[in-house]
């Protein structure tokens, strides 16, 4: 693992990424397997893909976009390699179209419609016009 080039990145748009260095040229990086540094709730970091859209492997960041970058740590390499090497670096997420998502919430409201039957309520009202509860009602 000593030989392998692992880098962080930081750019100028804010952005930090760590990759495999697969060659330094005079003006950039040709960077494999970038993944993004991001902070996650409970103070740890994680590693997402750059472009999880993409299953290029392989980019070039000028010398330009970078404010500084570093070698990383042996255990980090670690993390990294592991990483790289279980992720499939094809897109991950799953594109809905805005017909299918709707149809899928139509579905949902459906199947919990009693739990909804406010709603069906509140048509029969005028735009902007919301009646005032029963007194006897309890509101909590």
């Known amino acids: 693992m000593d030989k392998l080039n692992i880098r962080q990145f930081k750019l100028q748009n804010g952005e930090e990424i ?21 902070s996650n709730v409970i103070g740890g970091y994680i590693f997402l893909p750059w472009f999880p859209f993409s299953s290029q492997r392989i980019f070039k960041i000028a010398n330009e976009n970078i404010l500084h970058h570093v070698e990383l740590d042996e255990e980090v390499k670690t993390e990294y390699i592991k990483m790289a090497t279980e992720l499939n670096m094809k897109a991950k ?48």
């Open 93 to 140: 997420l799953k594109l809905r179209l805005e017909d299918s998502l709707i149809d899928e919430m139509m579905e949902f409201l459906n199947e919990h419609n009693s739990e909804y039957e406010m709603i069906d309520e509140l048509e029969q009202y005028e735009d902007n016009v919301i009646p005032f509860p029963n007194p006897k009602d309890t509101i909590h």
């Open 18 to 38: 760590v990759a495999l260095v697969n060659e330094k040229e005079k003006d950039s990086f040709i960077v494999e397997r970038p993944f993004l540094v991001k």
